[in-house]
Structures are given as structure tokens and as C-alpha cells.
């Protein structure tokens, strides 16, 4: 069983990714945004990240890229629906360049994410 943060403004995501996690065995932590995710960070460490890239206040590519500074060994997977201005793969491309382990065009596919989630953990 695995600590897992989940940092995404959309909380009808929050809770499907906490209940799907939860159901696999792990216990989830969430944050709204980055600097939510920040701050949870000063008082537990998880064992893996889950971030949207598009997010209010401190959005997912400054969240990784400040995690990175603090802590190169954290698993960190990216995801993102994209924006008006950018598609989501393109944001995705980015957020591994930034530090992202595995990345993932929303809506994810629950098998997926849990094999990525299993591969990073193991």
C-alpha cells in the first residue's frame, strides 16, 4: 500500500482517482492545486504524486518542477485534457521534460494508471 497525493482544481476527479486508488489498496491525500499539494507535502511524504497540469493559483508544471528541486527520487505522473491554446499532449511532453515519470491524457484509463502506478511503485 502505497501513500498517493492527488493534486487536481476538479473535484469530481479528485474523488473518482481517490476511490479508484483506494479501491486497489492505497491511501490518497488531496490537494486542489499546487501550492495545496506544497503545503501537504511539509507534513507527509507520499510515495507518489498525481498532478494535473492546468490548475489554479500554482499549476502542475511549476508544482514538478518545484518538487524536482526538493526531491529528485518522488514518482510524479503528469496528467492534462489540454487547453484552447495548447493540447494536452503537448503539456504532457512538457511535464516530463520538467520531471514527470509517466504522463496521461485525461480522461485516463483506470487500467493504465494503475500499471503505471504499480511499475513506478515497484
Do not use: W, Y
Request: hydrophobic share 40%; aromatic share 2%.
Amino acid at each position: 500500500m502505497a501513500k498517493i497525493l492527488i493534486v487536481d482544481d476538479d473535484p469530481v476527479i479528485r474523488e473518482m482517482l481517490s476511490l479508484t486508488l483506494t479501491d486497489e489498496g492505497h491511501e490518497t491525500i488531496v490537494a486542489g492545486n499546487g501550492n495545496e499539494a506544497l503545503t501537504t507535502i511539509e507534513t507527509t511524504t507520499p510515495d507518489l504524486i498525481i498532478t494535473d497540469i492546468i490548475m489554479p493559483e500554482k499549476e502542475g508544471l511549476q508544482l514538478i518542477r518545484e518538487l524536482r528541486k526538493k526531491n529528485k527520487d518522488i514518482k510524479i505522473i503528469a496528467m492534462s485534457g489540454g487547453t484552447p491554446m495548447m493540447d494536452g499532449e503537448q503539456l504532457l511532453q512538457i511535464s516530463t521534460m520538467f520531471g514527470a515519470n509517466r504522463s496521461f491524457t485525461k480522461p485516463v484509463e483506470r487500467i493504465e494508471l494503475v500499471a503505471a502506478i504499480n511499475e513506478l511503485l515497484n
